[in-house]
C-alpha cells in the first residue's frame, strides 16, 4: 500500500516561513505529478500547488504565487513546499497528494489524485 507523509508543519508568525514535505513510503507507484492541498475550517479542500515530473512543469494557486515554491525529487515520489511571507489565511491542514496518471481537467482537481497523505496543520498567527 502507497502512503504519503507530510511533515514540517507547525505555529509561525506572519511573515514567517515553513518547509513541509512529503515521503512516499509503503509500495513505491511511479507518479504523473504530485501535489499540495489545504483544508482551512468549513472550507473545502483547495488547490496550493503542483509538480508535473515530465517537464518539470509547476502549476500555483494565484493566493500563494510568489510565496510558495515546489519542488521534488520523481525517482523518490518526494515533494517539498517552501511557504515564505505566510498570512493568517494560509492557514489550514495542508495534504500532500500523487497522481498516477495523466491529468484530464487539470492540476487543481482533488479527484485527479489517487494517493493522499494524513496531513500537517500549519497555523500562522497575526
Known amino acids: 500500500q502507497v502512503q504519503l507523509v507530510e511533515s514540517g508543519g507547525g505555529l509561525v508568525q506572519a511573515g514567517g516561513s515553513l518547509r513541509l514535505s512529503c515521503a512516499t513510503s509503503?509500495?513505491?507507484?511511479?507518479?504523473?505529478?504530485m501535489g499540495w492541498f489545504r483544508q482551512a475550517p468549513g472550507k473545502k479542500r483547495e488547490f496550493v500547488a503542483a509538480?508535473?515530473?515530465?517537464?518539470?512543469?509547476?502549476y500555483y494557486a494565484d493566493s500563494v504565487l510568489g510565496r510558495f515554491t515546489i519542488s521534488g525529487d520523481n525517482a523518490k515520489n518526494t515533494v517539498y513546499l517552501q511557504m515564505n511571507s505566510l498570512r493568517p489565511e494560509d492557514t489550514a491542514v495542508y495534504y500532500c497528494?500523487?497522481?498516477?496518471?495523466?491529468?484530464?481537467?487539470?492540476?487543481?482537481?482533488?479527484?485527479?489524485?489517487?494517493?493522499w497523505g494524513q496531513g500537517t496543520q500549519v497555523t500562522v498567527s497575526s
Open positions: 509503503g509500495r513505491t507507484f511511479s507518479s504523473y505529478a
Open positions: 509538480i508535473r515530473w515530465s517537464g518539470g512543469s509547476r
Open positions: 497528494a500523487g497522481a498516477r496518471y495523466a491529468w484530464t481537467q487539470g492540476s487543481y482537481y482533488p479527484d485527479e489524485y489517487e494517493f
